[in-house]
């Protein structure tokens, strides 16, 4: 399958992977042929993207690092507590941390689990899917970071509601897609010390939960917000926060602009590592996240265009890649080249241009 942007949708695709509105409800089922209708629905409900079947490709399974149904009621939840807030009343904390726990005993229970795909979300969903998709890397970062089950919980309760105080924020502007004026991003700057005021009165709540919401904004070298806090100043929960709002930020379709591939977000990542964000976290996030995902296309410096199938832990950028296209392979044999093995091959491009990617076929 191949993620393909709603404006390159052609009626006759088959849908591949199931796609939900924030709500829980399918939007469409996987296997479904698009039609014109559909594709027009798509528009009118600001999906970005699709992941489509490719029958010129190899069928691979792209592993999910938590399931759609832990997805869908984490931000069932999160909606539930954005509503407590908008209409006044206690935060349930007690439904929270339950739906955190299956959060880390989802995370817990894997060996090995690697992030390939983000989930695709309509524009306006997106404070909710991104929240929820922050709150399951933190908690795999704090795994690699040997929290035990307790701290797991608080980091993941800070991480779900660490946008809690954009409820208070105009929704015209957070959905703007244009730049921001300075007054606008000022307003907008003001939702963490919403966040924290509101969520620091919830019985249940540590106080380490809710300064990740205070804190999330700030950046290792003192050049963040509210509070310019520098360094080991910024609570350890926090800096992971803002590690993996970053990451997720940048590998979302937004309004304004796509997401950014696997492989080019990382490399964002460690240009901001030499200011903005701990090194030393931002490290733990990167062994967790495939820098090739399984299902990317790409071409080698050998010239041969290839699928990424499988990936090595020790060295998450040498993937195992099936070669697809080249001068000498042989059609009928499955050619699979492990380039943790292959020290001389490596990956040249990832194709993710629809143009580029009918050319190469």
């Known amino acids: 399958m191949r993620k393909v942007l709603t404006g390159d949708l052609k009626p006759g695709m088959r849908v591949a992977k199931t796609l939900y509105v924030s709500?829980?409800?399918?939007?469409?089922?996987s296997g479904v042929i698009l039609k014109e209708?559909?594709?027009?629905?798509?528009?009118?409900?600001?999906?970005?993207?699709?992941?489509?079947m490719d029958e010129t490709l190899p069928e691979v399974e792209v592993p999910e690092f938590i399931s759609d149904q832990t997805r869908l009621q984490t931000a069932e939840t999160l909606r539930g507590c954005m509503n407590s807030i908008d209409m006044g009343t206690e935060l349930n904390a007690r439904k929270i941390k339950k739906t955190v726990n299956e959060i880390v005993d989802e995370l817990t229970s894997k060996r090995h689990v690697i992030v390939h795909l983000n989930d695709i979300r309509a524009y306006d969903d997106y404070?909710?899917?991104?929240?929820?998709?922050?709150?399951?890397?933190?908690?795999?970062?704090?795994?690699s970071l040997g929290y035990n089950k307790l701290e797991l919980r608080d980091l993941g309760v800070g991480a779900l509601l660490h946008d809690a105080g954009k409820i208070k924020i105009d929704e015209?502007?957070?959905?703007?897609?244009?730049?921001?004026?300075?007054?606008?991003?000022?307003?907008?700057?003001?939702?963490?010390?919403?966040?924290?005021d509101l969520i620091k009165e919830t019985d249940g709540i540590s106080f380490p939960s809710a300064h990740i919401a205070y804190q999330h904004h700030e950046k290792y070298n003192g050049s963040g917000y509210p509070r310019g806090l520098k360094g080991d100043d910024i609570l350890e929960f926090a800096q992971i926060v803002a590690v993996a709002d970053i990451y997720d930020a940048i590998t979302t379709d937004r309004v304004y602009r796509k997401a950014l591939p696997a492989h080019k977000a990382l490399e964002v990542m460690h240009n901001l590592m030499q200011a903005q964000l701990n090194p030393d976290i931002a490290q733990m996030l990167f062994k967790n996240v495939a820098v090739y995902p399984i299902g990317s296309v790409v071409e080698l410096n050998t010239g041969e265009l290839g699928i990424v199938v499988d990936v090595n832990k020790e060295d998450l950028s040498a993937p195992?890649?099936?070669?697809?296209?080249?001068?000498?392979?042989?059609?009928?044999?499955?050619?699979?080249?492990?380039?943790?093995?292959?020290?001389?091959?490596?990956?040249?491009?990832?194709?993710?241009?629809r143009k580029k990617w009918e050319d190469n076929k």
């Not at 559909?38 to 489509?52: C, N, Q, T």
């Not at 015209?172 to 924290?196: A, C, D, M, W």
């Open 23 to 29: 709500d829980g409800r399918i939007l469409l089922n």
């Open 37 to 52: 209708a559909y594709i027009r629905r798509l528009k009118e409900k600001d999906i970005p993207a699709v992941y489509i």
């Open 127 to 143: 404070t909710f899917g991104h929240s929820v998709s922050v709150t399951a890397l933190s908690i795999l970062t704090g795994i």
């Open 172 to 196: 015209s502007i957070l959905l703007k897609p244009s730049k921001l004026t300075e007054n606008e991003f000022e307003e907008v700057k003001q939702h963490p010390r919403i966040g924290y």
């Open 320 to 353: 195992v890649v099936r070669i697809i296209k080249g001068d000498e392979i042989n059609q009928d044999e499955i050619t699979e080249i492990d380039l943790m093995h292959n020290k001389g091959i490596i990956i040249k491009d990832v194709i993710t241009d």
